[in-house]
């Protein structure tokens, strides 16, 4: 079965450029969570979403960022305009359900953002 | 303030050895405690998840242990591999009924295995 595949697997831009990250989950799976992993902060999850439904946003570091799910097999994460701090290396995760119930979340290889 | 704390930061031993893994947490209410492995360049994999009434689960030659009382879980790898050299995040989840209560994640140990 292919895990959570996520693309670009790297990508580098200059700052004020607009950044697309995308994820396409593990079929059946119905949560979905977007993470950001830094050597000073470590892992840190920005959003999550249940059915299709962004349930808890508070993660998200400001309006720069948003993320969109907009069917069970696709979500986004957008940085615009992005800036040198938002370097770090984005991780998508799925799961069966709402990982409140115990269940394993599986990840991404991520995606490595560069901003110059 | 609710935290998960890791140690060591970074551990080395030699192939076939073993060694043990801590990670203590304040959060509360609790619901339930994860350990993953992420190896370099790619993403975690989780090992094992534990709620408060389990003691110990394991996932071949890996247990995690919990003590809820303590607030304390360690997570012991037995006859190290060097497949085993990776970094090990202990994150746990707060309680919330049934839904997603916030995760707390630790800030992983650093673990590498020498031939």
């Known amino acids: 079965d292919a895990g959570v595949i996520q693309s670009p697997r790297h990508e580098v831009t200059e700052m004020g450029q607009e950044v697309t990250l995308r994820c396409k989950p593990i079929?059946?799976?119905?949560?979905l969570f977007w993470y950001r992993q830094t050597m000073m902060r470590g892992l840190e999850l920005l959003i999550y979403?249940?059915?299709?439904?962004?349930?808890?946003d508070s993660g998200m570091p400001e309006d720069r960022f948003s993320a969109k799910m907009p069917n069970a097999s696709f979500s986004t994460l957008k940085i615009q305009p992005s800036e040198p701090r938002d370097s770090a290396v984005y991780f998508c995760?799925?799961?069966?359900?709402?990982?409140?119930?115990?269940?394993?979340?599986?990840f991404g290889d991520g995606t490595r953002l560069s901003i110059l | 303030k609710n935290q998960v704390e890791q140690s060591p930061q970074s551990l080395i031993i030699l192939e076939g050895k073993n060694c043990t893994l801590q990670c203590n947490y304040t959060v509360s209410p609790f619901s339930n405690l994860r350990w993953y492995k992420q190896d370099t360049g790619r993403g975690p994999v989780s090992l094992t998840i534990?709620?408060?009434?389990?003691n110990t689960k394991s996932n071949g030659r890996y247990t995690a242990t919990l003590d809820a009382d303590t607030k304390q879980s360690s997570l012991h790898i037995t006859a190290s591999q060097l497949s085993d050299s990776a970094s090990y995040i202990c994150?746990?989840?707060?309680?919330?009924?049934?839904?997603?209560?916030?995760?707390?994640f630790g800030r992983g140990t650093q673990l590498t295995v020498w031939p």
């Open positions: 994150v746990v989840s707060e309680g919330r009924g049934s839904t997603l209560g916030r995760l707390y």
């Open positions: 995760a799925s799961s069966p359900r709402d990982s409140g119930l115990g269940q394993p979340q599986h």
């Open positions: 979403f249940n059915n299709n439904v962004p349930i808890d």
């Open positions: 534990m709620t408060f009434s389990e």
């Open positions: 079929s059946g799976h119905n949560s």
